[in-house]
């Protein structure tokens, strides 16, 4: 016999603590080309050169916006019961929500180091 939380569609304290993890990644996002993105646009500038495009990409003020858009919208899906109201398809887009938000938090960091390592690769010893 299910678990009577199960049947009524309640997130247990796991799946609270991946939607805080998912939000803090996705107010990371979103906080980026306010917080970060300056930032690192002088220090890249010092360098001269042209960026890789990966880290043009992720300097333009839209792009990280964008992509923490996608766990948004799955959690918001997730948490109003649109797709369903069983658990298991909930904590999908739980987990979906949280495997986008990662990917992504990876993939700006290593788009915004790029720059760096090419030039850490061209030293000499």
């Known amino acids: 016999m299910a678990d009577e939380h199960t049947n009524r569609g309640i997130l247990s304290i796991l799946d609270w603590t991946v939607v805080m993890v998912t ?3 996705t107010l990371g996002l979103f906080s980026f080309p306010v917080a970060v993105a300056p930032v690192w646009r002088s220090m890249l500038a010092a360098f001269g050169g042209e960026l890789p495009s990966a ?3 992720v ?3 839209w792009f990280t916006p964008m992509l923490a858009m996608v766990p948004v919208v799955l959690l918001v899906i997730a ?3 649109l797709a369903s109201k069983r658990i298991s398809i909930r904590r999908g887009l739980i987990v979906a929500a949280w495997a986008w938000s990662t990917a992504a938090v990876a993939f700006t960091l290593i788009a915004g180091y790029q720059p760096l390592f090419r030039l850490a690769g061209a030293i000499q010893p």
């Open 23 to 25: 939000v803090t990644a």
């Open 55 to 57: 880290t043009a990409l």
């Open 59 to 61: 300097l333009r003020p």
């Open 79 to 81: 948490w109003r019961g």
